[in-house]
């Protein structure tokens, strides 16, 4: 039996996280966990946590207590996973959890589950962002000669085998494209299926809230970019 673990990184989600934790209860199965990494959260995401998921079995919650960047959270959920099959996505809302339900299908119906990497492929967003997304694929497909498209898409699964071959993995939203290049670099086999990108249930994007935000992404994005690039040749 292939065994799931979620993970969500959660950070000032506290509105979001009643919901959040009824989808995740509507789409357990037997085989799965979903670890709620409260990632340095300064809002009521302890105590809202804490009072969720006090009769869970099967969700549970992983506490860091100072934010050192959304990668650091997933990767603390991804140490903590006892699945198999690790996976991540966001808390937002926009992002389903029943994604990875459909992500664990491929699995298993492929012959070496160990050696799959599988990621949505998002629709339903802005045309901007379409292109601004469109913009970062080609940039890093020219840079690490890698065909990567839709690099941030969730949710994002893979072997645990692959996850323990990960070295020095970035702290930031850099680790998608970590995770994406390696699987590349490594031989995995890569499926993509589509999943519906939507609204954030509360709040605001951490990162995508104006032209000023996005151009701090891209420039963090392409410095580490460069350096990825430096390992490699190494």
């Known amino acids: 039996m292939i065994n799931l673990s979620l993970i969500i990184p959660c950070y000032n989600e506290a509105k979001s ?33 804490t009072k969720l998921l006090e009769n869970q079995s099967q969700i549970r919650t992983v506490r860091v207590e100072n934010n050192q960047g959304y990668g650091y959270g997933i990767l603390s959920g991804l140490k903590a996973g006892k699945g198999e099959i690790l996976a991540w996505t966001h808390a937002d809302m926009q992002t389903d959890p029943a994604d990875a339900i459909k992500g664990l299908e491929i699995f298993k119906q492929k012959n070496r589950p160990n050696k799959l990497f599988v990621k949505g492929k998002r629709y339903g967003r802005p045309l901007m962002d379409v292109f601004f997304t469109a913009g970062m694929a080609i940039f890093e497909t020219v840079l690490l000669h890698k065909i990567l ?16 071959t990960w070295e020095n993995p970035p702290h930031d939203f850099s680790l998608d494209l970590y995770a994406y290049y390696m699987a590349k670099k490594q031989g995995y086999s890569v499926k993509r299926f589509n999943v519906l990108f939507g609204e954030r249930a509360h709040g605001v994007s951490h990162w995508n809230i104006s032209w000023k935000d996005k151009y701090k992404f891209i420039k963090r994005t392409f410095e580490y970019s460069l350096k990825l690039k430096t390992i490699i040749n190494k």
């Open 17 to 49: 996280l009643p919901l959040l934790v009824e989808k995740c209860q509507k789409i357990l199965i037997p085989e799965m966990e979903i670890i709620l990494v409260d990632n340095g959260s300064t809002d009521n995401t302890p105590v809202i946590l």
């Open 149 to 164: 498209w839709d690099i941030n898409a969730q949710p994002t699964m893979f072997s645990k085998t692959f996850f323990e």
